[in-house]
């Protein structure tokens, strides 16, 4: 009797500890998704970029600079004005390192500082305020002018003399966008033609078409086109000037950007004018070298630990193709394989049988590559809010778990199926919080676990975990009331013969638990 009570105190804690997990985790990761997309990740070293030395760009009179945000490397080559000036100029590869997110690689464009360097790795609708200072390079040109077409924020960070449009109602908001849409262009010419020092548009519709309809759309195509005949306008106006074309990223096919994939990172840049050779290719460059060249044309100075170099010297010693990705903190990287090595040997303990093994955890992960593809921070599953359709990316998955805890019940004890299905993936969690320095930001401090490749895993693993937690509970409870209802009706044993049956052996396992 004290054993069946065990059995049902057992079975209630764990049916309250799994339910617990599986509401907590997916609130968990809403505010983790939340963190990356909302603060800063604590500075930290940028990716190491070959050594070498040349001269720079002299100053120039007028530097003009166009970013078009979110045309892919692919798309800018088929642009008539664009290639033009490539080719009057230097067609450059330029990498933007990680993560691909407009702001913060624009504020590495006019900083030489890595998103790594600044800790600024996202900030959705959150404008610098006060804007960058004299770190920068358009607080150290008098008279700087940016133009943006839309979502003005992103200029008004930087620190130009002059940022347009204004703010509106917030610093994230632009005042009056409806006229500012059939004023902007005009605005941009102007602004283009004038003699002063630094100027700079910024096109947004690019982008907006690829996060809408995606990379492979006709309306990203067509507004790829609309952008490169403003390009087109725009360079005949200042035809003495140096300029540079720019873009800050590419797009998934259905749309999206973040992440490090490397046609999504690696996109094109031009550069043309007085002290350019026609005809100049480069391997990869990285953004901020863009940047030296930008600082040197207009006579500011990068900051000391700016890994911007010299526009020759970045031409003669291109960057590999991932050098652009900043290394694992080595810390984190050694915590978090401690902290898988230990689920692994719980995971071994509580194993014993291969049956007893947790093979949903790779079916699941498979599943999720299979299906949805390598997690990157360019895709919506890592943000979206709903888990249903991650749950039936995981389904077969989650079946395996059902019925590896029904049978395991039958033949070890709880605590035992427990450890053996989920000890594997509770620790890979850990480890995936660990290496991505996530766990001040479970703890409630507002700070971005953003690190390249492992970050993005989150979402999806908070999920997965949650689900099997779920999964476990149902299987669990469906075993114990099962077999309750097979117990409180025992076939009778027929009364007229007596008992003489050997009594069969318990044909279970010996468990030394
Ligand atoms: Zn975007």
Redo the contacts with the bound molecule.
Sequence with gaps: MTKRIAIVVATLVTLVGLGVTAWFLPRLRRSVIHDITTWDAPPGDPAPLPAATGPGLAAVPKTRVILV??LSEEHARTLPAWSDVCKRGARLRVDVGFPS??LPVEVELWSGLTQQQTGIVFRSGRPLNPPLDRRGIPAQVPGSIAIAEDHGYLVRSLGFSVAEPAAGATPAKDADPAAWEQRWQARAREVVASDTRLAFIHILRV?TA??KQGATSDAYRQAATDADGMIAELVALAPEARWFLLSD?GHRPEGG?GGEEPYIRQVEACVAGPGIAAGTTSGLVHMVDVSRAIADSTGATLDRTSRGRPFSAALAAPLADDQAIPPLPLHQGALAIFALVAGLAASTWGVRRWWLAPLWFPIACASLLAIRGEPTLSMRLVYEGSGRIAAVTWLPALLVLGGSVWFGLGRATLGRVLVAQLALPASALAALLTATGAWPAVLGEDVAPVVPRYTAWLSPLMLMVSHAAGAFALALLARRVLRRSDRSAPPAPPRSEPVAEPSTPDRRPKDPS
Excluded: A, E, K
């Design positions: 945000d979110g997110v407009s982008d690829g996060h990223h950007h």
